[in-house]
């Protein structure tokens, strides 16, 4: 399951074109049979994610990549707050026996390194408390790539996806059982 905001929802590319349906193309060409959801919202913050939780439980997933805390490090949200809740998210999806790949995330350099700091920090701290693979950067080589990003210069284009998709391949291929 791609669990997250915008990135996994597949922001402003068309239908089949998002990061978790390039997974899902990833995933079968290497034979494995995973089915991938996709319960990304767009705007979604780590609350949002908390509140979300009945949604992700119900389809009882094997494994949730869980990939928010961009909206709150752009709302200037506290770095607490959001790892926080990230850490309730982990704690009750591994609680129903789903395994859990943390995906990382960073934001433009404008909101200052006293900040970002911890706000990337926050993930590296969960991976390692939780003992879960952690994505360091689920935007590497796409984040900044004026090619790969939309005006916004945030969220993937259709190319862009293919590059996340091939990123998070690299986390979860471990997890994969045939």
Known sequence: MAFGD???AGFGVDPGQSYPDDLQRLI???GFKYHVVNLGVS????????ERLPTVLAAKPAIVILEFGGNDGLRGQPVSAAKQN????????????????LAGMTLPRNYGPDYIRPFEQMYVDLGKQFS????????EGVGGVVSLTQ?????????GARI?????MKYLRPLLTH
């Open 43 to 50: 705007g979604d913050t780590t609350s949002d994610g908390v």
């Open 151 to 159: 005006p916004d210069g945030i969220h993937p284009t259709a190319e």
């Open 6 to 8: 915008s990135i996994s």
């Open 28 to 30: 079968d060409a290497d």
């Open 164 to 168: 996340v998709a091939q990123n998070t």
């Open 132 to 139: 879960i693979p952690r994505i360091p950067f689920i935007l």
């Open 86 to 101: 990230l850490a309730q998210m982990i704690e009750t999806l591994r609680g129903a026996g789903a395994a859990v790949v």
